[in-house]
């Protein structure tokens, strides 16, 4: 049972703060996904600075080549692991409607916080499509419901500030991370939804942009599903968590200085994909069990990452973590 009730859903999530970050999925040598990996990845995250919550089922997560009963699985894992130390939001997203449906009960029974739903992403879509597909899985559970606005080309869809406003209307329709990458589209966004549900961007640069000129009015405290507090700072040098802090505060000038160094790893691991229109799921996987955590291959039709690539985060971890690359997985989470 959630800690809210149907007609709470918006107020709760506007009540939480940090970072909800992203969870990946740890596979056995045999390919199955390893139960007891995902446990140890759910408490490693304990430790990170700035994380308050867990997102299971975004891009990194591999979704989209589960079964729906491993889905289930690792969210009834998460969950249980995390033992009500750390929110959890589960996605539930699918091209079938009436599977969002069983996701968003399964996740319900096993005690998630929230659900993250993004428009399906295949097929035949308009706007008043995606709005009925979001009513159908409001019907089926109470809990709040977050969804995906943006023009990354793996999603295929774009929320508008006018759909935007139409899914507001649905009564546990609660949240939006927003990464349209556009400033003016992130201010239009928070000019028409911010009051009503809470618009969050998991980038920490348009956040601040956001804080400075619509204020803690329309800028909630959290960031909903970022992967960037895995490899942007460590435990000596906490910048994500510096950087909730003042996103809290509403202290913009803690806000810019926090960001500086955050940008220069997120610029090298994150932005340069995300830029080409899509995220790599295989170095983020791999930066984590640099990290100490369990990982494992990829799902086909992922590939592995580069070895450039490789190369390149284990050369940023080591200038962010102080630390010699050679040890780093020893380290666990100090980056």
């Known amino acids: 049972m959630a800690e809210y009730s149907r007609s709470e859903a918006k107020a709760w999530l506007r009540s939480i703060s940090g970072y909800l970050l992203i969870v990946t999925t740890p596979y056995s040598a045999d390919g199955t996904i390893d139960v007891d990996g995902l446990r140890r990845n759910v408490e490693l995250s304990l430790q990170i600075p700035g994380v308050t919550g867990l997102y299971v089922g975004s891009n990194y997560q591999e979704f989209w080549t589960l079964t729906l009963d491993e889905r289930k699985l690792i969210a009834e894992t998460v969950v249980d692991a995390a033992a009500g130390r750390l929110k959890v939001m589960v996605g539930v997203t699918s091209t079938c409607a009436r599977d969002s449906q069983e996701l968003a009960r399964s996740a319900e029974r096993s005690g998630a916080d929230a659900l993250m739903l993004w428009p399906p992403y295949y097929g035949s879509r308009d706007d008043a499509g995606v709005l009925s597909y979001f009513e159908s899985v409001a019907e089926v559970s109470d809990l709040a419901i977050c969804s995906y606005s943006t023009t990354v080309s793996e999603v295929g869809f774009y929320i508008t500030p006018q759909l935007a406003t139409r899914m507001a209307a649905i009564d546990t329709f609660s949240g939006l991370k927003e990464a349209s990458r556009s400033l003016s589209g992130y201010a239009d966004m928070l000019s028409a939804v911010g009051e009503t549900i809470v618009v969050s961007c998991p980038l920490e640069e348009y956040t601040l942009f956001g804080l400075a000129t619509f204020g803690t009015s ?30 809290k505060a509403g202290n913009v000038e803690n806000a810019a200085a926090a960001l500086r160094p955050i940008l220069w790893a997120a610029n090298r691991l994150h932005n340069r994909f995300v830029n080409r229109g899509g995220h ?43 630390v010699d690359i050679g040890s780093i997985a020893a380290v666990a989470v100090n980056v």
């Open 218 to 247: 329309h800028v909630p405290p959290v960031l909903l599903g970022s992967s960037r507090p895995f490899y942007v700072q460590n435990t000596r040098f906490p910048y994500c968590e510096h950087f909730a802090s003042a996103l």
């Open 280 to 322: 790599n799921v295989a170095l983020v996987k791999y930066i984590t069990e640099l990290l100490g955590m369990a990982g494992g291959p990829v799902r086909a039709p992922i590939s592995a990452a580069s070895e450039l690539d490789m190369a390149d985060a284990r050369e940023v971890l080591s200038e962010i973590g102080t």
